[in-house]
């Protein structure tokens, strides 16, 4: 895998994610489509298994910096960990079912997007919860959370859906190795 053109295409995803926010806000409830995940999703799909793992710990820690929560006494506290590990559980689903996906079809991508970032926004929740059940310095309410993440990570299936077709035509400069058996064990 080519790191400099995974982390070239992160930084874009990432910059299009924060510079889009107030235009793809879904309403004041805070629901956003996400263009990380989809290019977590290309990568799970198509990567060899420790460097997907290293890409979903890299981009959660990077959106656990960029995605701070609101302090009771008005500030923000940034918390390293919650997005990186649902983004390695949402990983590690998609590389259990990968040898039985259809990979260059961009409705695979938006279905595998809409699951991993279900499954790491999930996650996600469970941790902010659970960190604040002795502890309430943060602005917290589960049940808001659970609600606008499971709206966002349906959005996230249109960004899946465009960003697949960049993806595709891009794939090839990612330097993907072929070993990854499909469902019928031949490789691609």
Same mark, same amino acid.
């Given at each position: 895998?080519?790191?400099?053109?995974?982390?070239?295409?992160?930084?874009?995803?990432?910059?299009?994610?924060?510079?889009?926010?107030?235009?793809?806000?879904?309403?004041?409830?805070?629901?956003?489509?996400?263009?990380?995940?989809?290019?977590?999703?290309?990568?799970?799909?198509?990567?060899?298994?420790?460097?997907?793992?290293?890409?979903?710990?890299?981009?959660?820690?990077?959106?656990?910096?960029?995605?701070?929560?609101?302090?009771?006494?008005?500030?923000?506290?940034?918390?390293?960990?919650?997005?990186?590990?649902?983004?390695?559980?949402?990983?590690?689903?998609?590389?259990?079912?990968?040898?039985? /996906?259809?990979?260059?079809?961009?409705?695979?991508?938006?279905?595998?997007?809409?699951?991993?970032?279900?499954?790491?926004?999930?996650?996600?929740?469970?941790?902010?919860?659970?960190?604040?059940?002795?502890?309430?310095?943060?602005?917290?309410?589960?049940?808001?959370?659970?609600?606008?993440?499971?709206? &966002? &990570?349906?959005?996230?299936?249109? &960004?899946?859906? /465009?960003?697949?077709? /960049?993806?595709?035509?891009?794939?090839?400069?990612?330097?993907?190795?072929?070993?990854?058996?499909?469902?019928?064990?031949?490789?691609?």
């Amino acid at each position: 895998m080519n790191w400099i053109v995974f982390i070239l295409i992160a930084w874009l995803c990432f910059g299009l994610e924060l510079a889009l926010l107030p235009v793809f806000d879904a309403g004041s409830g805070g629901v956003h489509p996400s263009m990380v995940v989809p290019l977590l999703v290309f990568i799970a799909m198509n990567a060899p298994r420790k460097p997907t793992l290293w890409c979903a710990i890299l981009l959660g820690v990077v959106m656990d910096l960029l995605a701070p929560i609101a302090a009771v006494d008005g500030g923000t506290i940034t918390i390293i960990g919650p997005h990186a590990l649902g983004y390695l559980l949402g990983v590690h689903f998609v590389m259990a079912v990968r040898g039985m /996906l259809i990979r260059r079809n961009p409705l695979t991508m938006v279905v595998m997007s809409i699951l991993v970032m279900l499954i790491a926004q999930i996650v996600v929740v469970a941790v902010f919860t659970a960190r604040g059940i002795g502890d309430s310095s943060i602005v917290w309410d589960a049940g808001t959370q659970l609600q606008q993440r499971v709206f &966002s &990570s349906l959005y996230t299936g249109i &960004s899946a859906l /465009l960003l697949s077709f /960049l993806f595709f035509a891009i794939g090839p400069f990612f330097g993907f190795a072929s070993t990854v058996p499909t469902r019928f064990a031949r490789h691609i």
